[in-house]
């Protein structure tokens, strides 16, 4: 799967592998092209705004000239003919400072920055990268491991609900399961009260 993003010099590439996904990225300051697990994808994310300030501080000067124009335009004898050219001229540079403006979402992975672009493709990707986190999540660490002390599996178990990988009652089924009592080699439970597994 394959989800492509591209805003003026900004241009983005998900793509989707069974393990991993490759996100490159590229804009007029530079490039990149890293590999990321999504088990690694954080249960956060932050926002970054990219402005062109140039556009908006110099539309708002040509816009305050066009209006003191128009003023004096308005108070002498001949009046208002016409929208003064620099009012029209800032009018267009703020039009495209409001155009220009690139709001991303950002997620930091341990090898890097991942950036989705706030267009309309952004939450079907958020919602595909998430759902192949859980599915890894849950392939890498949903099983009962006996090596571990039943402590830590539980521990293990909450850690994966947190992150959304399991449900509540996903989790209770496995606390159940390590409470379990073990049986002996005839078959019959070693002790009465039960035991974890361990």
Known sequence: ?????????????????????????????????????????????????????????????????????????LMSDAGLQAIPFWLLLGAACLGWYYYSTVRYSVLAFDGGRVYVIRDA????????????????????YSEIDS?????????????????????ESEVQAKISLLQLPLLSADGEAESGEGRMLN
């Not at 402005?51 to 066009?66: F, K, S």
Request: proline share 2%; aromatic share 12%; no cysteine.
């Open 1 to 73: 799967m394959e989800f492509r993003q591209k805003k003026l010099s900004n241009s983005i590439a998900f793509e989707l592998g069974e393990d991993t996904f490759n996100y490159a990225f590229r804009d007029s300051s530079g490039a990149a092209d890293v590999d990321f697990n999504y088990a690694d994808m954080p249960e956060k994310s932050s926002e970054r705004i990219e402005r062109q300030d140039w556009w908006r501080n110099v539309g708002l000067i040509w816009v305050v000239v066009g209006l003191v124009q128009a003023g004096s335009a």
């Open 147 to 167: 090596r571990n002390e039943p402590e830590k599996e539980i521990q293990k178990f909450r850690w994966l609900h947190k992150r959304g990988a399991l449900t």
């Open 121 to 140: 493709q952004h939450d079907a990707i958020l919602a595909e990268l998430t759902r192949r986190k859980h599915a890894q999540l849950r392939a890498w």
